[in-house]
């Protein structure tokens, strides 16, 4: 059973920094594409990054424009992990930050996201 925990969530101020968590347990990312959603209050959940996977330390990764030169990724193998690091937050970078596991590589594209976490809160003050 795959499960997916996100963690790293707060509040901050304009111009703060977050890293968010993503501990996968009972999966093989190798292969497939794992990635970050976020949804705001009144807004549809939207693609923030993704990842694929060719190999254990070979990966493609992908940013939606909101977020390019301010958001990275980063992975520890040996702990399953994903890591989103957020810097320059903007008050737009306000919602409910999801974990995706499971996808299909489509191009240079991820689709077709399986397993989901619980998502976890960022709040960006002015």
């Known amino acids: 059973q795959v499960t997916l925990v996100e963690s790293g969530g707060g509040t901050v101020q304009t111009g703060g920094s977050l890293r968010l968590s993503c501990a996968a347990a009972?999966?093989?990312?190798?292969?497939?594409?794992m990635g970050w959603f976020r949804q705001a209050p009144g807004k549809e959940r939207e693609e923030v990054s993704t990842i694929y996977s060719f190999a254990r330390d070979t990966h493609f990764a992908n940013f939606a424009d909101p977020v390019k030169g301010r958001f990275t990724l980063a992975r520890d193998s040996a702990k399953n992990t994903l890591y989103l690091d957020m810097r320059s937050l903007k008050p737009e970078d306000t919602g409910t930050y999801f974990c995706a596991a499971g996808g299909r590589k489509f191009g240079s594209a991820c689709t077709d996201f399986t397993f989901w976490g619980q998502g976890t809160q960022v709040t960006v003050s002015t």
């Open positions: 009972g999966y093989t990312y190798v292969g497939y594409c």
